[in-house]
């Protein structure tokens, strides 16, 4: 309706503008009969009408990137007459751009522009770094440059690693990150590798796949975290659960003790979801000391393991002071490691002025596609709908009544959509497209892209996935599906608690359709049960306060602040 308007008040100025046009050339004709009179008389016409194919062109205009999808479709409504731009709004509010001592000093800005820029466009996070967090993090940021790619410490235990043998003490330690899965389970899987690197003295090294460098900048300071490609075991294909060098392997095989005889120059841990339970007893503090003896250990992995650490009792003092705040730890850590590249940076400025820098209110919604077939449509649509309307985060609409033309200061919302069906993103800007909402509140709803299909070995599938899940980190609500590494990302980065679908069982929409969730923290899927000294099974969700069995995966852990409940 408001663009009809918008047409009709175009045509009434075309009208006018003729019928002046018209009016100044027979004047000019009266007084002059030179043709040299008429040609000034249709240039000035001309310029008469330009303004309003200016007009047209901005109202009508492409949106900024050509994947963006929804801006152009959604019916939009001018709201800057009461905001600022996104720079004037946010940096008087944004003051400490190192994020409370959490990040360092001392990079070149031009080489990560979001390191720094990020402080325009997020709102400050009441959640502040422990000071024993920042020491540590400086700590660690000297011992990585001691150690990194190519410095001598690393060449000589490179050396070493090469004979085959136990290598002995070394004045460097490390434990290799293997890309592996998606996206989502790639950040969350970093974030675990470099808090037990924090943990046990060692130095994180990244193995880059196809596209850790295009997405991320590098988080340390004068020093890479990615494994140089001549890395002597770089064939990490090759490592799976039957592989000589797996730990639970070796333990099957009793091949393995804490002599200096048994142990091998690097160690394979294979923390994937279909791990065993040999694998498991990683999280045991017997196995945890064998390991200090050994400089190198790989590991692949597919799961936030962070809150099985947190039951491990060498690692639990240093724990404690790392986060007084057991919730904190994916968002401080998080929000410290993961810069979105250049390239990334630029598609979510840009998604971010087209979607989100006018709204008074930024509501996310991230819908999961999931991998064992999707339930039926309108039950998951049913279920969205029925989330964010009993829970009062956008507004009913009113079919009885007319869309009428906005006035005032109205409050505006912008609705983020991430999905690959765009199926639920044309259904809820149709809602708002068709019917004006209860409270007088204009609603826009956008979605960046609809892949389709999850195609993680592409490059800008993936930098269109990071793109989204900061996106949804900037929003003031956000609602999340089930089991999603992709919103675990975007509401720990955000520091914020999300309403969570619950998954469709039985292809019939759940009811209560969503609650909110314990803590910002993401869930650990495949988390083990067992008594590392009963040699037992237990219920680690049932062992300390502050690990719990998650909302949306009742055999799944998640780390909670008992205040906040």
Request: aromatic share 12%; net charge neutral; with cysteine.
């Amino acid at each position: 309706m408001e663009l009809k308007r918008i047409r009709r008040q175009t045509s009434t100025t075309e009208e006018n503008t003729d019928l002046n046009t018209m009016t100044v050339s027979r004047l000019i004709e009266r007084k002059s009969g030179f043709n040299i009179m008429k040609s000034m008389g249709i240039v000035a016409a001309c310029l008469m009408i330009l303004p309003v194919f200016v007009v047209i062109l901005v109202i009508y205009r492409d949106p900024p990137l050509d994947q963006l999808r929804g801006f152009a479709e959604a019916r939009v409504i001018d709201v800057n007459h009461h905001k600022g731009d996104a720079s004037s709004k946010y940096v008087v509010e944004h003051k400490d751009k190192l994020l409370d001592g959490l990040l360092s000093e001392g990079f070149d800005e031009k080489s990560c522009l979001s390191r720094y820029q990020f402080v325009l466009y997020r709102k400050s996070s009441p959640h502040k770094p422990s000071s024993y967090l920042q020491s540590r993090l400086r700590k660690y940021e000297h011992l990585h440059k001691q150690c990194g790619p190519y410095t001598e410490s690393y060449n000589k235990t490179v050396e070493k690693l090469k004979s085959g043998h136990h290598i002995g003490p070394t004045d460097c330690n490390y434990i290799v990150w293997i890309s592996y899965s998606g996206l989502g389970n790639r950040i969350l899987t970093l974030a675990s590798a470099f808090l037990y690197a924090l943990l046990t003295n060692r130095v994180l090294l990244v193995d880059r796949g196809k596209d850790i460098g295009d997405l991320f900048c590098e988080p340390f300071p004068e020093m890479s975290w990615l494994l140089p490609l001549d890395f002597p075991l770089n064939q990490f294909n090759r490592f799976d659960q039957k592989s000589p060098e797996c730990y639970g392997n070796m333990v099957k095989r009793n091949v393995i003790n804490n002599t200096a005889d048994s142990l091998p120059p690097f160690l394979y841990l294979h923390l994937t979801h279909d791990y065993d339970d040999q694998d498991k007893l990683f999280f045991c503090d017997q196995d945890q000391s064998l390991f200090q003896n050994i400089p190198w250990l790989i590991m692949k992995t597919d799961e936030y393991f962070v809150p099985s650490l947190f039951l491990i009792s060498t690692f639990e003092q240093e724990l404690s002071n790392l986060f007084p705040s057991k919730d904190m730890v994916f968002h401080h850590l998080g929000r410290y490691l993961f810069h979105p590249s250049n390239a990334v940076w630029g598609l979510i400025t840009r998604y971010y002025g087209a979607y989100l820098a006018n709204a008074d209110e930024r509501v996310g919604i991230q819908i999961r596609t999931f991998d064992t077939g999707p339930p039926p449509f309108q039950h998951v649509m049913d279920q969205v709908i029925a989330c964010f309307l009993k829970e009062k985060l956008l507004p009913e609409v009113n079919p009885q009544e007319p869309i009428l033309t906005p006035y005032g200061n109205q409050k505006s919302k912008a609705v983020l959509i991430t999905s690959l069906n765009s199926g639920y993103f044309e259904k809820i800007r149709n809602m708002y497209w068709e019917y004006p909402t209860v409270t007088g509140e204009t609603i826009g709803v956008y979605q960046p892209s609809n892949e389709e299909h999850q195609q993680t070995e592409k490059y800008i599938h993936n930098r269109k996935a990071w793109a989204e899940m900061y996106l949804l980190s900037l929003t003031d609500v956000l609602i999340t599906s089930s089991w999603s590494t992709f919103g675990y990302v975007a509401q720990s980065l955000g520091g914020l608690k999300p309403w969570i679908l619950y998954k469709p069982e039985n292809r019939t929409a759940p009811d209560p359709p969503c609650r909110r969730a314990m803590s910002m923290e993401p869930c650990f899927h495949a988390p083990p049960f067992y008594d590392c000294k009963a040699k037992t099974g237990i219920d680690t969700g049932a062992l300390v306060p502050h690990v719990r069995h998650c909302e949306d995966m009742s055999w799944g852990l998640k780390l909670v602040e008992l205040d906040k409940l």
